[in-house]
């Protein structure tokens, strides 16, 4: 095994060399792989579960939907038992479209035969995160039922047809698009050699369902099946890295592993608390990272998405995601030019994890990784066409001391334009280590000016 970098330089570099390596493999890849059919599709069944999120008083969930609230709210709770029924359901949403499954005939056998819809979710659905979820769905059946009789009552069908399938269509489009330019065969041979240690091979053939949801915002989640549900608002650039997390989520780590993975919050009190951010608070099953990990890799590897993406996702997701940003890193020590034909992931994982991560410091190891886009800017972007505006200036931060403004059109990064550039691109481009200077080209009520920023 390569031992772990030992500085942040020469991990820079080190991680640069392997980023135009692997860069130019996917360049090769792409040419080379066979095209796959991805269908995405609209979901009344998912929508009919994660309304009760939109539903909630939470602003997590609500945000955006203010509208919809006034048209669905009165009417589903009429009654002081669908008061009390939404009340109970808030939140759990996500979870419940989790277990229906995108199919009116599971949502059906939920109504007619629960002792068989149980047996097939729990099946289908073997994610430790969602048993608790589970066993409340079964529990409260005549609750959730309530609440869909009061969907049907009102015409929640005809409604969604007229209010919020013409909104969907763009983003099926685009979505659909975007997974099928990014993902081919090599995509699935990629997913398929990480899987394959647990879980039946992924078949180009017969490609699992993918939906676009309405009231899923702000999230996108994993069905059962290896089917998915993108959320509207999501960006179609980030979809192919996603689907393929999801697909990458049927790996199913060994108890060597787990007990492994167990040990280091137990011993490390950095990873500790990375823990609970990510499986106590965000929920995730206890493969979270390791599937992570194999993701940004088979993304990279692909040319799904760039190596400074899978840097910033690391560095960003759950507040960071140290473990999987370690595995990432010896995935690409080891493996630069793809995996080779006998990998097993299991014993990959049991060999990292015995072999160097008790030796050192997660917290420095994990610092070293994401030195190269761990510079702060202090601005958030948002993109509408092929034009970017500046949707947040943080006071003190480097985008504020240059007089970067709330409503400035982002036109250009160091004398490129933007315009033939995705979200994900420019904040590559705008991506470094502290010291990281850029020209921005910037309008502001119709004046054009060129701002010099450095990162801090």
């Known amino acids: 095994m390569t031992k772990f970098l030992n500085n942040a330089s020469r991990f820079i570099l080190i991680s640069s060399l392997l980023a135009v390596a692997l860069l130019s493999k996917s360049s090769s890849l792409a040419e080379e792989a066979s095209p796959i ?32 609230r006034k048209e669905l709210l009165a009417p589903l709770s009429k009654t002081e038992q669908l008061k009390s029924d939404l009340q109970q359901l808030t939140g759990r949403g996500v979870a419940l479209a989790y277990f229906m499954n995108g199919s009116a005939a599971k949502m059906e056998l939920f109504r007619t035969d629960l002792s068989k819809w149980q047996e097939e979710s729990s099946k289908e659905c073997s994610e430790p995160a969602y048993k608790n979820d589970l066993d ?29 399938l013409p909104k969907l269509k763009p983003s099926i489009d685009a979505t659909e698009q975007s997974l099928n330019s990014k993902l081919n065969t090599d995509s699935i041979a990629f997913v398929n050699q990480f899987i394959s240690c647990s879980a039946a091979p992924l078949k180009a053939k017969e490609l699992p369902r ?15 099946g290896r089917q998915a549900c993108f959320s509207s608002e999501l960006s179609p650039e980030e979809t192919p890295s996603i689907l393929l997390h999801e697909w990458i989520h049927s790996f199913n780590p060994s108890p060597r592993v787990i007990e492994l993975h167990k040990s280091i919050a137990g011993h490390d009190p950095f990873y500790a608390a990375a823990w609970k951010r990510i499986y106590e608070d965000g929920k995730e099953g206890e493969e979270e990272e390791f599937v992570v990990a194999a993701e940004k890799y088979t993304s990279v590897c692909t ?21 999987a940003a370690i595995l990432f890193d ?18 990959f994982l049991e060999d990292a994890l015995k072999e160097n991560v008790f030796k050192a410091s997660l917290q420095t190891e994990f610092s070293k990784f994401i030195a190269p886009v761990s510079g702060k800017l202090g601005l958030v972007l948002g993109s509408s066409h092929d034009s970017f505006t500046v949707s947040k200036v943080f006071p003190g931060t480097a985008a504020a ?51 010099h920023v450095t990162l801090k």
């Open 37 to 68: 059919s991805i269908k995405v599709e609209p979901s009344i069944i998912c929508d009919r579960c994660t309304l009760l999120n939109a539903l909630s008083d939470e602003p997590a969930f609500n945000k955006n939907f203010e509208t919809e």
């Open 136 to 164: 409340y769905f079964v529990k409260h059946q005549k609750v959730i039922l309530e609440y869909l009789d009061a969907l049907k009552e009102f015409g929640f069908d005809k409604w969604w047809q007229n209010k919020c």
């Open 210 to 224: 993918v939906f676009v949801g309405y009231f899923n915002k702000p999230y996108s989640f994993n069905l059962s």
């Open 303 to 323: 040319g799904a998405s760039t190596f400074t993406t899978a840097l910033r996702g690391l560095k960003n997701s759950y507040g960071g995601l140290p473990l």
């Open 330 to 347: 010896r995935l690409y020590a080891n493996y630069p030019d793809g995996l080779p034909a006998n990998f097993n992931y299991n014993v």
């Open 401 to 451: 001391e240059v007089g970067l403004a709330e409503g400035d059109l982002l036109e250009s990064v160091n004398g490129t334009s933007c315009k033939t550039l995705t979200l994900a691109a420019v904040i590559d481009l705008i991506s470094g280590a502290p010291g990281f200077s850029f020209d921005l080209g910037v309008v502001r009520k119709g004046e054009f000016k060129k701002v």
